[in-house]
């Protein structure tokens, strides 16, 4: 790789799509073992292929990147604990993560891996860049959602290196903040297994469009300016496609790397040929786009034309493209929601008699293609498009390697220690050790340096094991040791040694993880107890409200509106008032925010003794990692939802800076939920009613007025947070029936949010009064009863 040049990183969503990208000029590949991956219905990897492929990569000086970019439930620390150990031994390159708690047991057990922060953790800011350096994060992956500018600035300052996306599909919400699918399907994205609630039609202001269907992306436009940016590496998404989608886009961008700029529009016309919705380069250089396509949200192919006229069942157009018997074809006819796709058996040039038929057509012509009997009505100007191309898959053919040719083997140190009377042989390599004794008496050997050569060739033939020979020593005088005789002591010694080895590593996952009881103690610093004897009740507002009876109010600050500020401190007691930072502050914003954290003081006349417990005024709340940065230094802070704290490891990640208090995610169910209540004591905060944030994006929904109706005659609402907008169900999240089951199992301090869907004070308040006097709210209730996927 050119070292001014970023890295060019490909999908590698099965081990054909990795041969495709390392192929056609990847310098890195990322791909997922079958758990914990964000692409769960990808063909990911048994541990057996992803050997091989870092073999392969390293033998061609590239680079693998392991997804571990999902949260991680409390029963399932064991077994993240032992992907990360089958990690380290695979050699991986580094780790792409999103579980605070992953992060915590790669710290505290396997330092030597490398950590790139995932791009589900929406870092958008320079502070949340900033605040994953300070965690020993090597790389972070950005927010699609970033322009240019802060591309640049963020890269510049940050101190580790930047990673962006230059092509592939979007989503319409920032990554990691969407729960659509998990709240309505059971099908959690932020554990790999979205179900893409996001493609499908929705019906507002009368007519029904795909009102967050996301165009792909395409940054092809803006390489010079991503150049200029200083990332460290240009990212495809694409795990969940072809290894001929891989290979065609990574030959693209490898191209227009290399300056070779010839034929770009061709090349770019091809991928759109494999798969392809309408371009888009999202905000990159203006805030104004229109990323979404409100029509058809699946593979269009690429535009060669359009409908001149149908003649006797053939269809007339002039294509800008060549093509070939069995070329695929689609055109869009209005109202339809999926386009009408045919192959073209019959092709001719109009020019051509009736009766004449063409194996290939040559590009720029006036052709005629013969339709299928059924076809619908194509009006003229109807575009058509090219969704398969014969051409496009011969040009992207790729060898893969012999299957294990290059396995991965760990050198394995032998010493040979012979005497007449015995000779000891010892396997050795990172302090595991294995020893076979053969018993004598041996013959002299005759000629010694022969002797030496049979037992180092003996030793070169470990063959289907895990090790390859290290370095040979031999001591002491040789004697004459029978060939079948030193190849059954081989066998012995290294079966010993691997089963040492395997015990050393078995050993090493299960006595590295804290257990249960250190867990607890460490977080509440040995304080189990302490429950206050009652419920305590939080409530999270946008607008000031004062609830009496209720322990602490929530107020996410806005510097555009820093009266509300106001009206909280006239109103609460500083012990009272907890201010709480938006899940999203753009760039441009957190100079405004920072200034409004530092004015954030009391503002009644205060004595003394007063201005020093100043502090217990300090209550605040993160929802971001750039969020949590600009919070340094306070506290008392509490980490809200989209932190995620799914299990005790991520807790702790959490307590070491500085946060208090973790409200549970709302998308976890009813067994990890008692776990961690038990787990984390009142550090615990368990949200019961809010109209949950299903998306939050940068993108106006393509769809008129503000509320929608899905095909199942679910409604939802979208609302305004600054300048997101945030997609929210009509139906509260309410776990208001189980609240007796949750005190029984520990739980003491619960979350009201009314951050969206309310729709007046009154209402605010009558939800307030009922749920804190034991009443329950009618809703849905997630995952709790069902389960998390």
Known sequence: MNKQLPELLAPAGTPEAAWAGLAYGADAVYAGLPRFSARAEAGNFSAEALDELIGYAHHLSRRVYITFNTLVQQSELNEALETLALIRDLNADGVIVQDMGVVRLMRKNFPQLRRHASTQLAVHNLEGAKQLASLGFKRVVLARELSLKEIAYISRDCGIETETFIHGALCYSYSGLCLFSSHLMGRSGNRGRCAYCCRQFFRGGGKETLAFSMKDFSAAEHLPEILAAGVASLKIEGRMKSPLYVAAVTDFYRKALA???????????????????????????????EPIDPVNAGHHGALIGSVKETRRGWLILHSNRALMKFDGLKVETPGDTFAYGFAAHEIRLTSDPESKRRFELPADEEIAVKLPPDHPHLAPGTPVYCSYSQAVRQRYEFTAPRPGQFRQRKPVNIHVSQSLEKVVLTALSDAVKAEVVLPGPFEPARQPEKSAAAIRQCFEKLGDTDWKLGELTLEGPAGFIPVSVLNDARRRLISEFSEHWKNSREKLHIDQFGGRGSTRADLIDGRRGSRPSSSFWSVKVRDFQDFPGVDELVLEIDPSRPEEIEKARAALPPEKLRLALPV???????????????????????????????????????????????????????ADWPLYTLNTQAALQWREQGIRQFVLSPEDDAENIFSLIEQLGDAAVVPVYQHTPLMISETRPAADGAELTDRSRRTFSVESNGRQFVLVNETPFSLTDHLDELKAKGARRFRIDLSYGIRSPDEAADIVRRITSGSAVPGHTGNFDRGLQ
């Open 259 to 289: 300056g070779d700029v010839a034929d770009s529009e061709q090349r770019l016309s091809d991928i759109q040929t494999i798969f392809g919705r309408p371009a888009t380069d999202l905000y990159l250089d203006v805030p104004d786009t």
């Open 584 to 638: 999203i502050i753009r760039e441009e914003d957190v100079a405004a925010f920072r200034e409004l954290i530092s004015q954030c003081r009391l503002s009644v006349p205060l004595d003394q003794n007063e201005r020093d417990a100043r502090s217990t005024f300090q209550k605040w709340e993160a929802a971001n990692v750039g969020g949590l940065n600009l919070l340094q230094g306070k506290d008392d802070v509490t």
